[in-house]
């Protein structure tokens, strides 16, 4: 990335990382009371009812045992158009609503956000998807900087993280852009060790609990080519204790190339297992030519992807997971709206364009 067009869609990161810090306080309770069916409308709006939204019909855990939101963004957008009488987009919208996202875990009370998302899934019998995206010097102060101030800090929020976890069932994707970035020259060397460590140690402290896997991110098969350029970076930040290692989070590379990559990386690491975000590659990546931002910046003419399901057909590929929360904005590009915010216009046309 960064004038390539493997270019992450990472300021959507930067405003999880705000948005989840807004809610982490009362995440656990808001999630609770969703999963129970409870409105999370204003109350106190004056004009009208707030929009009612319905539990989530979760899906069969045979083949897909991760947590559908009932309150998240795209559910409440659905529930929201319905009442306004546009059925025809309350359904298109609903093609998000009904899929498992994963939850990103921002910067403050990560403990209390963990526990909330993995306490409203374990209710449903069903297992929480996380993202940790807290690595300091992150994004290499672009779209998505900040991070945690220093190793130390990390350490600290990472211990809040694990203790919200607990011996409930999870998937953490570990820190999107962390390697690649290390890889591809855009993170300063004289945070790399640093950076090794800091992994390495999450890993261990997340395979210390019972029921969490654990999946450190190497890019997508645009980005750090050849593939075995990521081989010793993950061995380096603990590779051989996670479940494996995932790829295209956040971009709109194909599953078919993605698989390819995937096993070319895995053999070189051990025989790992990976998972691919699918959430936005149905039409595959937009060929941008010189102009790089227009591949990964709210590209037209994109897709949803493969639903999340465990069933890949592939015994490599432990999942096809939607890492990306599908029509929130890449950026303010194209018309969009900044980084992370809800983006109808965009949602809708990823549902309409998918099969």
């Not at 999963?35 to 045979?62: F, M, T």
């Not at 989070?249 to 990559?261: G, I, M, R």
Request: overall charge neutral; glycine content about 12%; some cysteine.
């Amino acid at each position: 990335m960064y004038g390539s067009d493997a270019g992450r869609t990472r300021g959507d990161r930067r405003k999880r990382a705000r948005t989840r810090a807004r809610a982490g306080a009362t995440a656990g309770v808001l999630l609770l009371l969703a999963v129970a069916g409870c409105s999370s409308g204003d109350e106190a709006s004056p004009k009208k009812n707030p929009p009612s939204v319905s539990p989530a019909s979760q899906l069969p855990k045979s083949s897909s045992p991760f947590w559908v939101n009932p309150d998240g963004t795209a559910a409440k957008e659905a529930s929201r158009l319905r009442e306004d009488g546009k059925k025809r987009d309350a359904d298109l919208i609903q093609k998000i609503a009904g899929q498992p996202v994963a939850e990103w875990v921002g910067a403050d009370d990560p403990e209390g956000q963990t526990r909330g998302f993995t306490e409203a899934a374990t209710k449903a019998d069903r297992d929480a998807l996380l993202v940790f995206y807290n690595i300091p010097h992150r994004d290499c102060g672009q779209y998505s900087q900040g991070g945690a101030a220093d190793g130390d800090a990390y350490r600290a929020w990472l211990e809040k993280a694990v203790r919200g976890i607990g011996d409930r069932t999870a998937t953490v994707i570990l820190e999107p852009d962390a390697l690649p970035h290390m890889e591809d020259g855009c993170t300063p060397q004289q945070f790399h060790e640093e950076r090794y460590a800091l992994l390495k140690e999450a890993v261990g402290r997340l395979k210390e609990l019972p029921r969490t896997k654990v999946y450190l991110d190497a890019g997508n098969p645009s980005w750090v080519t050849p593939g075995d350029r990521m081989a010793e970076p993950l061995r380096r930040a603990g590779i051989d204790r996670a479940d494996g290692f995932a790829l295209n989070v956040s971009n709109f590379q194909t599953t078919d190339d993605s698989k390819d990559y995937g096993r070319r990386l895995s053999a070189l690491v051990g025989g790992k297992h990976f998972v691919i975000d699918t959430s936005r590659n149905g039409n595959g990546p937009l060929s941008g030519g010189d102009d790089h931002e227009k591949a990964w910046c709210n590209p037209s003419g994109r897709a949803l992807g493969a639903p999340p399901t465990i069933r890949t057909g592939d015994a490599l590929v432990d999942a096809y997971l939607w890492v990306k929360r599908p029509g929130e904005s890449d950026g303010a590009c194209k018309g969009g709206p900044d980084a992370g915010q809800w983006w109808e216009t965009y949602a809708l046309e990823l549902a309409r364009n998918s099969r």
